[in-house]
């Protein structure tokens, strides 16, 4: 359960807890209807297992409880328009889901076979039917029979909410279940399908090695018959060859399971079956997109002298490079994320998740008037880069592959600075330091501040813009007029210290979202946070030298560690006594024998 809540995206924990308890509810029946098997009652094991789901939660609290609150800042938090969810980037349809399972053996892309790289679940014909056999034969078996109906349930319903929003099944989970309107939901119950169709053809593969009966050879023909008219009347299919291929394959299986009534030893043929199975998933993961993706290189040694630079280098940035390619040009080229591998402060971000607080989302739009805010920043770019808004957002440089953007992009970034392979390094010529020290504020309403950037910003660059009213800042230049930089004297993610001097009374501002959990002092003293063009950390200080500290510590951190701290000491508890218990009943035994 720990590992569950933990993972990151919450169809994760959604489907692990439906398969979980679809299994224990069949377990627990099973036992409660079979005599022979000595386990638990439902009704004492129940608490039990509720229980250490408790307990599960507890050990991960401090995470859990961030991801709740990174989601009550979030933009995105209000969900996607059900629309939006259905199409065939982020949703199985009806017309490509024989692709999507069956899958092919020959040297094809599977991203180009069913159309997208989302609603994959690459079975076979020989597993798919070995499923519909282990269904057959278990149903007419009581020991077997309410295990095989429970996954033949959970495949059909996981299917079913791979379609997204053309079942009501996801339409109904959509309007109660909170994280069912995010992205990427719907094809990914096509991994609860798969596992499920797995564990069907297990027990059909074991239905073959106790000789199946002449039901299920029956029922089998039929229900391949089925599945071809429905392939026939509802889907696009595939080139001739590969059906040629599926259906040799569903010859070759329907023999061997036909040899296997007649077989004085059918496991050989179990042996087959299996074997055939397995190499048509293997055969067919050749082609697969990790395989594509695969490189000899470790992700830590895609580097080159260019990052190694930028890794040194204050300010922040950002790439106009290809998403994909081999893995030293997405990591060199900054694909996001990638920048993490070689320690470059990116600030592109990536798509979608809760991570895309209301703050950014609103500055997107000093980029674009109508931005993609589930889209990483480099997607709202509008060439050319404009020099101004850049410095303003804390971009010092710009990557560029030149094959794929002309110079107009980076028009006004000066030449070049590095040059590497396709990849060129502009800096910035109005970039003026993380840490600054603003003498003039202007009041402007939240709302309009990005917009104000976008169409304003030149006539902006010595006058900070907040949202909130300034009490010693003036709001025309009485003296110093200039921006200036101060110093930072120490930066980690959670503290940051900058100091410097002001002649007048100043905004000093550094270039991180002032974000819920964020306190500032100033000399020592509490002092409030300003945002800076409502997005950054900033501060109000008098004239002179002074220190200013921004620190990170959210009011829910030290709670919940505690909490967790708790349940980690009942979780060595459990497992000490259930070690006492066991060592006491060996004693127990052993002095039962000595007598």
């Given at each position: ?32 209807r079979?005599?022979?098997?000595r ?41 996607r ?40 679940a ?18 007419r078996?009581p ?5 095989a ?115 004085h ?16 998933i293997l ?7 990790p ?23 204050e ?27 070689v ?71 000066n ?12 800096r ?160 127990r ?7």
């Open positions: 359960t720990a590992a569950v809540c933990s993972a990151g995206h919450p169809q994760l924990t959604y489907q692990v807890a439906v398969t979980a308890v679809v299994f224990w509810m069949a377990s627990m029946w099973h036992v409660a079979t005599a022979e098997v386990t638990p009652h439902p009704r004492t094991s129940a608490p039990t297992v509720l229980g250490g789901v408790l307990l599960g939660v507890v050990l991960v609290l401090p995470q859990m409880w961030a991801a709740l609150e990174a989601t009550r800042h979030s933009a995105l938090s209000g969900g328009d059900i629309g939006a969810l259905g199409t065939a980037d982020l949703a199985l349809t009806v017309h490509r889901s024989a692709r999507a399972i069956l899958g092919t053996v020959r040297s094809v892309n599977p991203g180009f076979f069913v159309g997208s790289f989302e609603p994959i690459y079975l076979g014909v020989c597993l798919v039917i070995l499923a519909v056999v282990g269904v057959a034969s278990s149903v078996l020991a077997k029979r309410i295990m109906l429970a996954f033949t349930a959970l495949a059909l319903g996981s299917f079913v909410i791979s379609l997204g929003p053309r079942t009501f099944v996801f339409r109904a989970a959509f309007r109660l279940l909170p994280g069912f309107d995010f992205a990427r939901v719907s094809a990914r119950w096509l991994v609860i399908f798969s596992f499920a169709m797995c564990v069907l053809a297990a027990i059909g593969l074991d239905a073959v090695r106790s000789r199946i009966d002449r039901p299920v050879l029956i029922v089998t023909p039929i229900a391949i018959v089925v599945g071809v008219v429905y392939m026939i009347g509802t889907t696009t299919l595939p080139d001739g060859l590969t059906m040629t291929i599926w259906a040799l394959t569903a010859l070759v299986v329907i023999a061997l399971l036909a040899l296997s009534h007649a077989f030893r059918p496991e050989r043929l179990m042996w087959a079956l299996g074997g055939l199975a397995l190499a048509e055969i067919g993961s050749t082609s697969s997109i395989q594509y993706l695969r490189s000899d290189m470790p992700f830590t040694d895609a580097r080159s002298a260019t990052t190694d630079w930028l890794a040194r280098e300010g922040y940035t950002i790439a106009l490079t290809p998403d994909f390619g081999p893995l030293p040009d997405v990591v060199v080229g900054l694909r996001p994320n990638a920048n993490t591998l320690g470059i402060r990116s600030i592109d971000g990536y798509d979608g998740g809760v991570q895309i607080t209301r703050r950014w989302a609103d500055a997107l739009q000093r980029f674009h008037p109508d931005p993609l805010i589930d889209l990483p920043l480099r997607s709202n770019l509008l060439p050319p880069i404009d020099t101004h808004i850049a410095a303003r957002t804390g971009i010092r440089h710009l990557v560029v592959d030149r094959t794929q953007f002309d110079s107009t992009v980076a028009q006004g970034w030449e070049p600075l590095r040059s590497e392979g396709v990849l060129d390094v502009y910035n010529p109005d970039w003026r330091g993380e840490a600054l020290s603003w003498p003039v504020a202007r009041i402007v309403d939240r709302n309009d501040i990005n917009d104000v950037l976008r169409t304003t910003v030149e006539s902006l660059s010595e006058i900070a813009l907040v949202e909130a009213d300034t009490s010693i800042v003036s709001d025309t230049c009485i003296a110093q007029c200039s921006v200036t930089r101060w110093d930072v004297t120490h930066l980690q993610p959670e503290r940051i210290e900058i100091s410097g001097t002001s002649d007048v009374p100043s905004l000093v501002s550094y270039p991180r979202q002032a974000g819920s959990g964020w306190s500032a002092q100033v000399d020592g003293q509490d002092t409030r946070i300003v945002p800076l063009d409502a997005l950054y950390l900033a501060v109000e200080v008098p004239a002179g030298r002074h220190t200013v500290v921004f620190e990170y510590r959210p009011t829910w951190l030290i709670p919940t560690f505690v909490i967790s701290a708790v349940g980690w000491a009942v979780l060595l508890l459990l497992v000490i006594d259930n070690r006492l218990i066991r060592l006491r009943f060996l004693r035994r052993r002095n039962t024998s000595d007598d």
